[in-house]
């Protein structure tokens, strides 16, 4: 596909979202889950068995693999040249655990890249959730505000993007002794600017291009991760409206029972997807935890170090603010799908009246009770799940360190 042609397809969410977002009546043609998938395709870094035998597309992958490799062992490397200034190390490590992240993400994909479309392929199958035909539920208020929600989302986090590339990529320009946008080191001091200029700008170009490329795509998988279980969150909805209105959807005693049938069915793909996506996403989900961790305890213990220089305390507050917010969430979306997966027991109990049904109906509600008393909940073994009651435990857990290092320095 051509430039153009990649260009409209990258942009296409975007495009949409403000045509749904001016006319209440109009709804997505896709869930928000398929658009993100069409912009990683469009950047040409959907790492699936399928994309890979287009052409020039494994080609590509191996070198984006080696640049994100080239990227971050330079970047190591230059830590050496901060041994002595503590402030320089911290910001090092900082941007150190970010690109591993970003790297971690590009290796995990390469050999989960298929499941991953799997998962994405019944998500959009199975979008809206709905039943089709004249007995369908109105499910049309909640799909319109989680697109929404998800294009807005989208639009926030490209716009802070453009103006955190901008700023990185020019800060050469106003930080002083910064040579790159990344401060990295190469042999024979290759990124010296005084000594190799040209070799300089080659690297200078090398980072801007691929930190802009690469945080574009993790801009896209994080946002594809978050709308995957929000997806899971608008079928449990769709559920509960379908249990909630099911004895006026039916009518006589056989139809009712192929409708309780229908709806167990769809009861189990529910959590079936996302015992599914649990399992795809289980080392990225562990990683973003120990790297939301790692920063915002980098960031106290650097400020502590720095407290007497506003500039470094401020630099620092920066980061684990974007580290909890990262953090958060997760946290308000994995407590948005438990809350939203205990309705269906209520839903299934309204759905009760001894004035209509059978035993057998009866007991298939009792069935969906059950099963719905255990919340459906985002997490990857052995870590806790993700939710504002750990994300208070991780809080606390810094606060600790914090107090911990106030106490040693006094």
């Known amino acids: 596909?051509?430039?153009?042609?990649?260009?409209?397809?990258?942009?296409?969410?975007?495009?949409?979202?403000?045509?749904?977002?001016?006319?209440?009546?109009?709804e997505s043609r896709h869930s928000p889950v398929y658009f993100w998938r069409e912009q990683m395709k469009a950047m040409c870094l959907y790492t699936t068995s399928e994309e890979r035998l287009l052409p020039y597309r494994s080609v590509w992958h191996t070198?984006?693999?080696?640049?994100?490799?080239?990227?971050?062992?330079?970047?190591?490397?230059?830590?050496?040249?901060?041994?002595?200034?503590?402030?320089?190390?911290?910001?090092?490590?900082?941007?150190?655990?970010?690109?591993?992240?970003i790297v971690f993400k590009m290796y995990y994909f390469i050999w989960y890249g298929d499941s991953l479309d799997e998962v994405v392929d019944d998500l959009e199958a199975f979008h809206p959730w709905a039943q089709k035909g004249p007995n369908t539920v109105d499910y049309r208020t909640g799909k319109r505000w989680y697109f929404l929600m998800a294009f807005v989302i989208s639009t926030s986090w490209a716009f802070f993007l453009c103006i955190f590339l901008l700023l990185l990529i020019t800060s050469p320009m106003w930080v002083q002794h910064q040579n790159l946008p990344l401060h990295a080191a190469f042999p024979f001091q290759w990124h010296d600017r005084s000594k190799h200029p040209i070799i300089h700008a080659v690297f200078y170009?090398?980072?801007?291009?691929?930190?802009?490329?690469?945080?574009?795509?993790?801009?896209?998988?994080?946002?594809?991760?978050?709308?995957?279980?929000?997806?899971?969150?608008?079928?449990?909805?769709?559920?509960?409206l379908e249990l909630r209105t099911l004895n006026r959807r039916c009518n006589g005693i056989e139809q009712l029972r192929i409708e309780m049938n229908r709806l167990i069915r769809f009861h189990q793909k529910i959590v079936e997807i996302l015992d599914r996506l649990n399992s795809v996403f289980h080392g990225t989900l562990i990683m973003q935890m120990c790297v939301?961790?790692?920063l915002v305890s980098l960031s106290v213990l650097e400020a502590m170090e720095a407290r007497k220089d506003p500039k470094?305390?401020?630099?620092?507050?920066?980061?684990?603010?974007?580290?909890?917010?990262?953090?958060?969430?997760w946290s308000y979306f994995g407590d948005l799908l438990s809350h939203s997966s205990l309705k269906i027991s209520e839903a299934a109990y309204e759905a009760y009246d001894p004035a209509k049904g059978s035993k057998e109906v009866y007991r298939d509600l009792c069935l969906i009770i059950r099963r719905a008393q255990e919340p459906l909940i985002m997490r990857a073994s052995p870590f806790p799940s993700f939710n504002f009651i750990n994300y208070a435990a991780i809080l606390n857990q810094c606060y600790g360190i914090l107090t911990f290092l106030l106490k040693t320095v006094d």
Request: hydrophobic share 55%; glycine share 8%.
């Open 1 to 26: 596909m051509d430039l153009r042609g990649n260009l409209n397809r990258f942009l296409i969410f975007y495009f949409d979202g403000w045509k749904v977002f001016w006319d209440p009546h109009l």
């Open 63 to 101: 070198l984006v693999i080696i640049q994100a490799s080239v990227l971050f062992g330079s970047m190591c490397y230059g830590v050496t040249e901060s041994i002595g200034d503590s402030v320089q190390i911290g910001r090092d490590l900082a941007f150190i655990i970010g690109i591993f992240f």
């Open 205 to 240: 170009l090398f980072q801007s291009y691929f930190g802009v490329y690469a945080l574009t795509w993790l801009l896209c998988m994080e946002g594809l991760s978050v709308s995957a279980y929000v997806e899971v969150t608008f079928a449990t909805e769709v559920l509960c």
């Open 292 to 294: 939301n961790f790692s």
């Open 312 to 329: 470094v305390v401020a630099q620092f507050a920066v980061l684990m603010l974007l580290a909890l917010g990262h953090l958060s969430m």
